[in-house]
């Protein structure tokens, strides 16, 4: 939980880009139109709930025998493997090579038994 908060929350939320750490804080997955509370029913993050409420909506979203095809890493990119989940918005990572894609894909593969 403790590596989620402080490594997975800052991505996903927006207040980090690994890709520009310089640049200025982006609209993340936490925004209230996006996967906020205005969003019940699907991939939900709200920053007021506890990082153990966050990571349990986030584990629904991650396929632990097979990272890559975790429908929170597939969406997130506009990927056609989303089709269960169809994202709305623009893509948030721009593909494998995305730095704050690498992270989280390194978070799951290091959460596998």
Known sequence: VEVFANEILPVLSGQIDLN???GEPIT???HVACHGSARPGSFTLDLVDT???NLERFACF???GRPQASQLLLCST???GCAAYPHPGSARFTGPDDLNYQRILDYIRASRP
């Open 28 to 30: 993340g997955c936490a």
């Open 20 to 22: 520009d750490p310089d």
């Open 62 to 64: 991650v396929d632990l």
């Open 51 to 53: 990082p153990e409420s």
């Open 78 to 80: 506009n990927d056609e």
